[in-house]
């Protein structure tokens, strides 16, 4: 039997500082009963401190990863970050991350596929795998959404949060892993979700922040469409090329970017809401940590051979799909290091 990359741990972290819905409502013309209707989000939790980027997030969930698996740094072979808030335009955030957690000489790099990202990065990180090259792969999903968005802004401003998640790939020989994957992308969708200011197109001046084009610009409705167009389009072409019915799948894990879109997804793909991770109350969209957060919450419930379906969406536009078959006892694993569970 072919070696996969199997998902042997996961970690998060999320900043102690909470938003809630009651505080957006002082910030700007809103209530809690609109953002919970239209989002599902009742509170985010806000990266605070002077200095403090995505690696900050991201070192945290990568030493909680390592320190729960009894995984020294330097047995580390390679540390993908997918993220659309990077510390600084280079070096990477991965480069900080591994810094900062005391991993040294190996490959390390970013991935810019929006909320998508997670999933491109367990895409590649797989291949590392499956061809023997890494043993030990860190994907890490982080971002510090609060940094580009516009807190005068209502539309946007309800929806993210910040946040960061790990996981561990290595190889498994017992069927379980990294079954199947698909990324897909269409940059036409680029008008509808970008941030204007701030790269070599149109770089930052006195202008451009007067301007406010350094947050991020969405057309909802738009995005909404797209959203829910691909990530059941997406899930269903992963399902069709496994032979997978809907009563096969123990959990669906979406891309946390609205709770409509996510009850879409899962009634197009015949699911019931009670197979759906859904953790976009607590932790709004923290993007590329969405997913590896539901993980991470869901730990204690999962368990060995469960078939799971990953799905997502974003700017550029973005989406993909990832097949997975658990490959551990998450209850067993939860409480050997204390993670009762978040969800």
């Not at 540390?79 to 070096?91: E, G, K, S, W």
């Not at 596929?113 to 895409?123: E, Q």
């Not at 930052?204 to 406010?212: Q, V």
Request: net charge neutral; hydrophobic share 40%; aromatic share 6%.
């Amino acid at each position: 039997m072919p070696s996969r990359a199997s998902i042997t741990a996961v970690h998060g972290y999320v900043p102690p500082d909470l938003l809630t819905n009651a505080d957006l409502a002082r910030m700007v013309d809103t209530t809690d009963s609109w953002i919970t209707e239209r989002t599902g989000i009742k509170e985010r939790h806000i990266l605070k401190g002077e200095g403090l980027g995505t690696s900050h997030m991201g070192a945290e969930a990568v030493r909680g990863l390592l320190k729960k698996t009894n995984t020294r740094p330097e047995e580390i072979d390679l540390l993908i970050c997918a993220t659309t808030t990077p510390d600084m335009q280079f070096p990477s955030t991965a480069n900080l991350i591994c810094d900062m957690v005391g991993i040294n000489n190996i490959g390390s790099f970013d991935v810019q596929a929006a909320c998508s990202g997670f999933l491109y990065s367990l895409t590649i990180a797989s291949q590392f795998i499956a061809t023997g090259t890494a043993k030990k792969v860190i994907v890490v999903g982080a971002d510090k959404m609060s940094s580009i968005i516009d807190y005068q802004d209502r539309a946007t401003c309800v929806i993210f949060g910040d946040g960061a998640g790990a996981v561990l790939l290595e190889p498994n020989n017992q069927g379980y892993g990294i079954m199947d994957a698909l990324i897909r992308s269409d940059g036409s969708g680029a008008i509808h979700l970008h941030q204007k200011a701030g790269g070599s197109r149109m770089p930052a001046s006195a202008d451009t922040i007067a301007k406010r084009l350094h947050y991020v610009h969405q057309e909802g409705a738009a995005v909404y469409k797209f959203a829910i167009a691909k990530m059941a389009e997406v899930s269903g072409e992963i399902m069709t090329r496994n032979n997978l019915r809907g009563d096969q799948i123990d959990w669906l894990v979406p891309h946390q970017a609205n709770k409509r879109i996510i009850e879409s997804t899962a009634e197009r793909m015949g699911l019931s809401m009670d197979k759906v991770m859904v953790t976009i109350h607590k932790y709004g969209n923290t993007t590329n940590a969405t997913i590896p957060l539901c993980l991470w919450d869901y730990e204690p419930q999962l368990k060995a051979g469960n078939k799971m379906v990953f799905a997502a969406f974003g700017g550029g536009f973005t989406w993909a799909g990832v097949y997975v078959q658990w490959a551990y006892d998450g209850a067993k694993a939860a409480k050997l290091n204390g993670n009762a569970g978040h969800a």
